[in-house]
């Protein structure tokens, strides 16, 4: 049997290890840019993954939770994928967004070494699912080493997108859906975001019905010469039941809400 001492030394080298092997998972997600990251693609014959996000889509929290700390996905984003996310709220992320026409949250885009887009997902995935769709691409024909020029990197193509007045009209005939529905008499609702760009209060919509039923609205209200869309969601007949689904929110999806 072990002794006191012995037992001791054990554990030190058991945390030891551990460290060691904490320190040596590569991170997922590369801060490179999206230049950098196809140069890095193309130099080391590796696809390219792109998550698209926002902080409030609840889908893409549940998958930050779960599927991307799977240890099988980690591996292999690592290993054979330069892995981006891009947040659409930020100015670099919004652009990206807009030159790929991302309408729905979460979306994934993979391209091969080449920057040629081979796949689009636009919903979330469990861990198993993600593993079979990047096993699926992760083949030697998609991961040739490019010889690029300095500061040069290939365009990462896309179909040729829809006429923007087209693609505009049809985003905004779905908005309309849930614009100012007025429930009949007094009801509490509980509001979940407010969006200078209806275009996000659209995209917080589509990841709200994938969890609920409840009915959502969107209000458009005016603040110092500017539009605001305000996404709201249930009908309420007290402000009990809109307080315990507020915490229902809180506690499954960490998000906040304010009832009116």
Known sequence: ???????????????????????????IFNSANIKEAKVKAGQEGKLIFIDF????????????KTTFKDEEVAHILSEHYVSLKANIDDESGYDLKN???????????????????????????????????????NEPANKAIMKHDINTAPDLHHPRLADASESMKSMNDDFKKHFDDKASGKTYRLQL????????????????????????????????????????????????????????????????????
């Open 1 to 27: 049997m072990l002794n006191f001492k012995n037992l001791y030394l054990f554990f030190l080298v058991l945390l030891a290890s551990a460290e060691i092997k904490a320190h040596d998972i590569k991170p």
């Open 53 to 64: 996000y926002a902080d409030w889509c609840m889908p893409c929290q549940w998958m930050d």
């Open 193 to 260: 975001g407010v969006f200078e760009r209806y275009q996000g209060a659209q995209e917080m919509v589509q990841s709200l019905k994938q969890l609920f039923t409840e009915p959502i609205t969107v209000s458009n209200e005016f603040k110092e010469g500017k539009p605001l869309y305000k996404v709201r969601i249930g009908q309420f007949e007290t402000w009990d039941e809109a307080q315990v689904f507020k915490n229902s929110i809180k506690s499954d999806f960490n998000m906040e809400g304010l009832i009116l």
């Open 99 to 137: 030159a790929y026409d991302i309408k729905y949250l979460p979306t994934m885009l993979i391209f091969n070494s080449e920057g040629r887009l081979l796949d689009r997902v636009e919903q979330s995935l469990t861990p198993k699912k993600l593993i079979a769709l990047l096993n699926k691409y």
